[in-house]
């Protein structure tokens, strides 16, 4: 079946605009997370989602960051008046449950340039 | 905190010796353990997991990895590398909770020579 999508697959802002990032986990995924892949940080986690509600937003960098999901389905992070350090790889997982011990899987990701 | 450390950042091997790739978790309380591989420009696939259920798991592409509780570590390999396993790997662990969020190693940079 079809695994995770994101869209776009690759964005160039300029510094201060917003910016919308998408993602499509996989059908009947109730649990959907958000990550960032930099160069200075790593891989670290941005927040999660189980149906609409996002019980963890704890890895949000600032309020500049924000998300939201839809119908237990297709989430949207926003990035309001970006900054260079927001450039990375944004990468989107589900899982069934979010429980302990499941797989998450991952879609390919956004990159995101600000300039 | 709860965090995980792979020891290496790049490791070099020739095709056809064998691979390890070394990882140790902190040690709160009994952890979800995987490991990720991604090649360039592709997403992150899981290789293998730890559950509780045997210490020596088998994952994908004749990889695998023990869980040894007392060194706290869950090192990856595999018997002999081929050209296609050259990727980065990331070792990774999960503490439950109510988030089941990951926690990612800072990775190792696989290369195999010829």
């Known amino acids: 079946g079809a695994g995770v999508s994101q869209s776009p697959s690759n964005k160039v802002t300029e510094k201060g605009k917003d910016v919308e990032l998408r993602c499509d986990p996989i059908?009947?995924?109730?649990?959907l997370y958000w990550y960032r892949q930099s160069l200075g940080q790593g891989l670290e986690f941005l927040i999660y989602?189980?149906?609409?509600?996002?019980?963890?937003k704890s890895g949000l960098p600032s309020d500049r960051f924000s998300a939201e999901r839809t119908g237990g389905s297709v989430s949207t992070l926003t990035i309001q008046r970006t900054q260079q350090e927001d450039s990375a790889v944004y990468l989107c997982?589900?899982?069934?449950?979010?429980?302990?011990?499941?797989?998450?899987?991952f879609g390919p990701g956004t990159r995101l340039l600000v300039l | 905190a709860q965090s995980v450390t792979q020891l290496d950042s790049h490791v070099s091997v020739s095709e056809g010796t064998p691979v390890l790739l070394r990882c140790n978790y902190s040690?709160?309380?009994?952890?979800?353990l995987f490991w990720y591989v991604q090649h360039p420009n592709k997403g992150l696939q899981l290789l293998l997991k730890?559950?509780?259920?045997?210490?020596l798991v088998k994952g994908i592409n004749g990889f695998e990895a023990e869980f040894k509780k007392s060194e706290t570590s869950f090192h990856l390999t595999k018997p002999s590398a081929h050209m296609s396993d050259a990727a980065e790997y990331f070792c990774?662990?999960?503490?439950?909770?109510?988030?089941?969020?990951?926690?990612f190693g800072t990775g190792t940079l696989l290369a195999v020579q010829p």
């Open positions: 059908s009947g995924h109730t649990a």
């Open positions: 989602f189980q149906g609409n509600s996002a019980p963890d």
């Open positions: 040690s709160s309380y009994s952890p979800s």
């Open positions: 990774v662990v999960s503490y439950g909770g109510a988030t089941n969020k990951l926690i």
């Open positions: 730890y559950t509780s259920a045997a210490t």
């Open positions: 997982a589900s899982s069934l449950e979010g429980r302990i011990q499941e797989t998450q899987y």
